[in-house]
């Protein structure tokens, strides 16, 4: 099965008087199960096109599927409650809540759904051991190093057990050793 499916996917941003095309006819598809990297210079259109491979962006032409579900035309919420099901996503700018606990940020994937249960709660915590930094749980993320906190926003995508993880540098703040942990 398919994972994601892109096919003639553009997409264009406005720039005060300027047309910017960030992504241009790409068709793409990720088999399920498949390592998948992308690679560029900065400017290239690598974000934009992991936003458009997890249906976080809309593109201005093409069609996006992820798991057979086109996605290309649901209304934002609709396509919101899909992805939240289907994709866990790692921002470049890691998108944490600095007044919130580790532990939180890792369960906020969790909210929509009425909160974290018990489970999620205990995946959470096996996760934040896994990357080594369980003894951080109860620690607010704006006290954390650049490598903890990208390591709390890897475990904040894999809390809900995606079929679909995208990662934007997941490993620019790790160190050596725990780039290797990550994969």
Known sequence: MTAIALTGVRKRYRDGDRRIAAVQATDLEVPRGALFVLAGPSGSGKTTLLGLMGAMTAPTSGAVALLGDDMTHLRDHHRTARRRERVGFVFQALSLIDDMTTLENVLLPCVPAGG????????????????????????????????????????????????????????????????????
Do not use: M
């Open 116 to 183: 974290a249960r018990d489970a999620e709660k205990t995946r959470a915590r096996e996760l934040l051991e896994r990357f080594g930094i369980g003894d951080v749980a109860g620690t607010r993320v704006e006290r954390l190093s650049g490598g903890q906190r990208q390591r709390v926003a890897i475990a904040r995508a894999l809390i809900l057990d995606p079929p679909i993880l995208l990662l934007d540098e997941p490993t620019a703040h790790l160190d050596g050793a725990a780039a290797l942990g990550v994969v």
